[in-house]
């Protein structure tokens, strides 16, 4: 059975930091590429950050050089790791994966995890 | 960036009526990579349709997706208890960032 699950989010201060992981299974994760996307509880949904199967990377305006996304392949694990956190990043965090239709990031998301929830708050 | 709007913002329908959903994009879609999503109270998004028109698998054929260029529909023929959640739209692979719209919430009238 194809399955993403998020692990890490919690309480943080503003200013701090949290790393969020996301372990993957029943799929070839080494050839997918994967995403982050956050949700303001009661909001809409937001693409915050990607990885391709080639270790090209992008991120939204609003986490540019606060966030890195990585993967650990051998370990089928996706990473979001997060500094200088503030109150707008309050959200519920999936990960997700892109379909493999046409390639070259031009995919939907097809399966996606339960979400962990980040709270920055003093 | 491609903003997606979404309307109406929330659709009172009784079981068995059929529900229109109207997603618009600031500029032109490229080749139609438009999704449709469902989430559930307290549940991940689903994908429902992409390239503006293609049933997602296991995905139910009361659930129809349409348009091209800056306009789309997804039409539910008739609403099933399960069907009452909100719907999001998606572009895909036309210019970075990817978007979504706000969302559309279905409800029981």
């Known amino acids: 059975e194809v399955h993403l699950e998020e692990s890490g989010g919690g309480l943080v201060q503003p200013g701090g930091s949290l790393r969020l992981s996301c372990a993957a299974s029943?799929?070839?994760?080494?050839?997918?590429?994967l995403h982050w996307v956050r949700q303001v509880t009661g909001k809409g949904l937001e693409w915050v950050s990607a990885?391709?199967?080639?270790?090209?990377?992008y991120y939204s305006d609003s986490v540019k050089g606060r966030f890195t996304i990585s993967r650990d392949n051998p370990k089928n694990s996706l990473f979001l790791q997060m500094s200088s956190l503030r109150a707008e990043d309050t959200a519920m965090y999936y990960c997700?994966?892109?379909?493999?239709?046409?390639?070259?990031?031009?995919?939907?998301?097809?399966?996606w995890g339960q979400g962990t929830m980040v709270t920055v708050s003093s | 960036e491609i903003v997606l709007t979404q309307s109406p913002g929330t659709l009172s329908l009784s079981p068995g009526e059929r529900a229109t959903l109207s997603c618009r994009a600031s500029?032109?879609?490229?080749?139609?990579?438009l999704a449709w999503y469902q989430q559930k109270f307290g549940q991940a998004p689903r994908l429902l349709i992409y390239?503006?028109?293609t049933r997602a698998a296991g995905i139910p054929d009361r659930f129809s997706g349409s348009g091209s260029g800056t306009d789309f529909t997804l039409t539910i023929s008739r609403l099933e208890p399960e069907d009452f959640a909100v719907y999001y739209c998606?572009?895909?692979?036309?210019?970075?960032?990817?978007?979504f719209g706000p969302g559309t919430k279905v409800e029981i009238k």
């Open positions: 997700t994966r892109e379909a493999k239709v046409t390639g070259d990031w031009k995919d939907p998301f097809d399966i």
């Open positions: 029943g799929f070839t994760f080494s050839s997918s590429d």
């Open positions: 990885i391709g199967s080639g270790y090209d990377t």
């Open positions: 500029q032109s879609v490229t080749s139609n990579y």
């Open positions: 390239g503006a028109s």
């Open positions: 998606q572009q895909y692979g036309s210019s970075l960032p990817w978007t």
